[in-house]
Protein backbone atom coordinates (compact mmCIF):
# COMPACT_ATOMS: atom_id res chain seq x y z
CA UNK A 1 0.00 0.00 0.00
CA UNK A 2 2.83 2.58 0.97
CA UNK A 3 4.11 1.82 -2.59
CA UNK A 4 1.02 3.10 -4.41
CA UNK A 5 0.73 5.83 -2.05
CA UNK A 6 4.73 7.05 -2.77
CA UNK A 7 3.93 6.38 -6.59
CA UNK A 8 0.47 8.43 -6.56
CA UNK A 9 2.57 11.16 -4.37
CA UNK A 10 5.12 11.42 -6.28
CA UNK A 11 3.46 11.48 -10.58
CA UNK A 12 0.52 13.82 -8.93
CA UNK A 13 3.08 16.18 -7.47
CA UNK A 14 4.93 18.14 -10.44
CA UNK A 15 1.12 18.37 -11.59
CA UNK A 16 -0.21 20.30 -8.32
CA UNK A 17 2.83 22.59 -8.58
CA UNK A 18 1.89 23.36 -11.88
CA UNK A 19 -1.55 24.18 -10.91
CA UNK A 20 -0.06 26.16 -7.96
CA UNK A 21 2.14 28.24 -10.41
CA UNK A 22 -0.66 28.51 -13.14
CA UNK A 23 -2.92 29.74 -10.50
CA UNK A 24 -0.85 32.82 -9.37
CA UNK A 25 -0.19 33.80 -12.35
CA UNK A 26 -3.60 34.37 -13.31
CA UNK A 27 -4.32 36.59 -9.95
CA UNK A 28 -0.89 38.21 -9.75
CA UNK A 29 -2.29 41.54 -9.82
CA UNK A 30 -5.11 40.47 -7.42
CA UNK A 31 -2.68 39.19 -4.98
CA UNK A 32 -0.29 41.99 -5.50
CA UNK A 33 -3.29 44.64 -4.24
CA UNK A 34 -3.70 42.84 -1.67
CA UNK A 35 -0.41 42.41 -0.31
CA UNK A 36 -0.04 46.39 -0.98
CA UNK A 37 -2.84 47.10 1.39
CA UNK A 38 -2.37 44.16 3.89
CA UNK A 39 1.04 45.44 3.85
CA UNK A 40 0.20 49.41 4.31
CA UNK A 41 -2.93 48.91 7.08
CA UNK A 42 -0.16 47.51 9.08
CA UNK A 43 2.39 50.18 8.68
CA UNK A 44 -0.12 52.60 10.07
CA UNK A 45 -1.25 50.33 12.75
CA UNK A 46 2.81 49.70 13.83
CA UNK A 47 3.40 53.28 13.26
CA UNK A 48 0.40 54.72 15.36
CA UNK A 49 -0.17 52.45 18.12
CA UNK A 50 1.79 54.34 20.51
CA UNK A 51 0.13 57.63 20.07
CA UNK A 52 -0.17 59.82 23.12
CA UNK A 53 2.08 57.61 25.51
CA UNK A 54 2.75 57.89 28.72
CA UNK A 55 -0.71 59.79 28.78
CA UNK A 56 -4.03 57.75 28.77
CA UNK A 57 -6.13 58.16 25.07
CA UNK A 58 -8.68 56.54 26.61
CA UNK A 59 -10.67 56.67 29.75
CA UNK A 60 -11.99 52.92 29.89
CA UNK A 61 -7.86 51.64 28.87
CA UNK A 62 -6.95 51.70 32.56
CA UNK A 63 -10.06 49.44 34.22
CA UNK A 64 -8.59 45.68 32.77
CA UNK A 65 -5.14 47.07 34.09
CA UNK A 66 -6.21 47.98 37.21
CA UNK A 67 -8.50 44.84 37.27
CA UNK A 68 -5.48 42.71 36.45
CA UNK A 69 -3.29 44.23 38.87
CA UNK A 70 -6.01 43.41 41.99
CA UNK A 71 -6.33 39.87 40.55
CA UNK A 72 -2.39 39.59 40.95
CA UNK A 73 -2.91 40.50 44.33
CA UNK A 74 -0.38 43.44 43.71
CA UNK A 75 -2.79 45.81 45.64
CA UNK A 76 -6.00 44.78 47.43
CA UNK A 77 -8.79 47.54 46.13
CA UNK A 78 -12.01 47.13 47.10
CA UNK A 79 -13.42 49.59 44.95
CA UNK A 80 -12.08 47.95 42.33
CA UNK A 81 -13.60 44.65 43.01
CA UNK A 82 -16.83 46.27 43.48
CA UNK A 83 -17.02 48.61 40.61
CA UNK A 84 -15.53 46.10 38.04
CA UNK A 85 -16.96 43.18 39.71
CA UNK A 86 -18.68 42.12 36.50
CA UNK A 87 -16.03 42.88 33.78
CA UNK A 88 -15.44 40.35 30.87
CA UNK A 89 -12.81 38.45 32.36
CA UNK A 90 -10.68 37.85 29.31
CA UNK A 91 -9.37 41.73 28.87
CA UNK A 92 -7.88 41.24 32.88
CA UNK A 93 -6.44 37.63 31.53
CA UNK A 94 -4.55 39.24 28.79
CA UNK A 95 -2.93 41.90 30.82
CA UNK A 96 -1.93 39.81 33.19
CA UNK A 97 -0.47 38.14 30.94
CA UNK A 98 1.24 40.99 29.05
CA UNK A 99 1.72 42.59 32.88
CA UNK A 100 4.24 39.26 33.65
CA UNK A 101 6.11 39.60 30.32
CA UNK A 102 6.50 43.67 30.55
CA UNK A 103 8.17 42.98 34.17
CA UNK A 104 10.49 40.03 32.61
CA UNK A 105 11.68 41.46 30.16
CA UNK A 106 11.59 45.38 31.92
CA UNK A 107 15.73 47.14 31.55
CA UNK A 108 14.77 49.18 35.08
CA UNK A 109 13.94 47.41 38.49
CA UNK A 110 10.74 49.58 38.20
CA UNK A 111 7.38 49.55 35.44
CA UNK A 112 4.95 51.91 35.14
CA UNK A 113 1.56 52.20 33.49
CA UNK A 114 2.80 53.08 30.39
CA UNK A 115 5.17 50.69 29.53
CA UNK A 116 2.25 47.92 29.95
CA UNK A 117 -0.44 49.93 28.06
CA UNK A 118 2.74 50.03 25.04
CA UNK A 119 3.27 46.46 25.41
CA UNK A 120 -0.66 45.80 24.87
CA UNK A 121 -1.10 48.16 22.22
CA UNK A 122 1.56 46.64 20.48
CA UNK A 123 -0.43 43.05 20.65
CA UNK A 124 -3.39 44.80 19.68
CA UNK A 125 -2.28 46.38 16.84
CA UNK A 126 -0.24 43.13 15.44
CA UNK A 127 -3.35 41.58 16.51
CA UNK A 128 -5.29 43.75 13.95
CA UNK A 129 -3.24 43.57 11.34
CA UNK A 130 -3.32 40.26 10.54
CA UNK A 131 -0.16 38.86 11.77
CA UNK A 132 -1.59 35.83 13.85
CA UNK A 133 -2.77 32.26 12.97
CA UNK A 134 -6.19 32.29 11.67
CA UNK A 135 -8.83 30.60 13.93
CA UNK A 136 -10.45 27.78 13.83
CA UNK A 137 -13.94 28.62 13.14
CA UNK A 138 -12.89 30.02 9.65
CA UNK A 139 -11.01 27.26 8.85
CA UNK A 140 -14.37 24.86 9.75
CA UNK A 141 -16.12 27.12 7.94
CA UNK A 142 -13.84 26.62 4.77
CA UNK A 143 -13.74 23.14 5.22
CA UNK A 144 -17.53 22.48 5.43
CA UNK A 145 -17.84 24.81 2.19
CA UNK A 146 -15.73 22.06 0.21
CA UNK A 147 -17.55 18.97 1.55
CA UNK A 148 -20.60 20.94 -0.06
Known sequence: MSSVTSTLDTTARPYLILAVKAWIRERRLILLAFATLV????????????????????????????VARNWRGLFDDEYVKWRYAGYPPAYPIINIGVQYLVELFAVHPWTVPPDYFYALRLLASCSSSGFHPPNSSSANRRSIRCKR
Not at 40 to 65: C, I, K, Q, W
Open 39 to 66: IAAAAVRLLTFDRYLPYFDYSDESVPFL
